[in-house]
Each structure stands twice: as C-alpha cells, then as structure tokens.
Nanobody, 121 residues
Framework: QVQLVESGGGLVQAGGSLRLSCAASAQIFRTIAWGWYRQAPGKQREMVAGITSAGVTDYLDSVKGRFTISRDNAKNTVYLQTNSLKSEDTAVYYC???????????????WGQGTQVTVSS
C-alpha cells in the first residue's frame, strides 16, 4: 500500500504562491503517473493536475497557466507549484496516483492527510 505525505500548504493572500510537496513510499514511483487533487468545503474532490511517467502534464482548465506539476523520481516526490492564487483555490490538496489517460477519475485506495491551502482575498 502506498503511503502519501503532503506538505507545503498554508495561508496566503490572493496573488501569492505556494509549493506543495508529496512524498510517496511506492517502490515503483517512477513508473506511475501522479496527480494532485483538491477538495473544497461542501464540494466534491476534483483533479487539479496530472503528470505521466514520461513527464507529460495536464491541468484543470481553471488552473492552467498558474499551477505547475513536476516530479523528482530520485526523491519519490511530486510537486505542485501554485502561483497567482485565488480565493477559489482554497481547499485541502491531496496527491495520489493517476491512470495517466482518463482525466478526472479519482483513484481508489487510501489517501494521505492532505495539506490545507487557504487563500485570503
């Protein structure tokens, strides 16, 4: 079972930036596509960004041009650089695996504790 530990969230003013990190325990980390997901209060969890094992990325339309997903296979870590943050980005952010093909499908299995991002306007 993959263990996921997200970090890097916090309180930031609108227009600010945060860099989120996700450390994964998977021995096959480098062969897996990874995604960042978020859940705002009262809303369903949604996919925000994904990166395949080959480094191909995709994003939710509302974050394109503002968020960047990346991976460091040597560190078993996935990152999400968030810039020009808006109040509507406020949510708990999670990382998890992604099938690499179907956008938006939430993975099964367990999730980490997530990291809270709060954007004040």
């Amino acid at each position: 079972q993959v263990q996921l530990v997200e970090s890097g969230g916090g309180l930031v003013q609108a227009g600010g930036s945060l860099r989120l990190s996700c450390a994964a325990s998977a021995q096959i980390f480098r062969t897996i596509a990874w995604g960042w997901y978020r859940q705002a209060p009262g809303k369903q969890r949604e996919m925000v960004a994904g990166i395949t094992s080959a480094g191909v990325t995709d994003y939710l339309d509302s974050v394109k041009g503002r968020f960047t997903i990346s991976r460091d296979n040597a560190k078993n870590t996935v990152y999400l650089q968030t810039n020009s943050l808006k109040s509507e980005d406020t949510a708990v952010y999670y990382c998890n695996t992604w099938n690499g093909v179907i956008w938006g499908r939430l993975p099964g299995g367990s999730w980490g504790q997530g990291t809270q991002v709060t954007v004040s306007s």
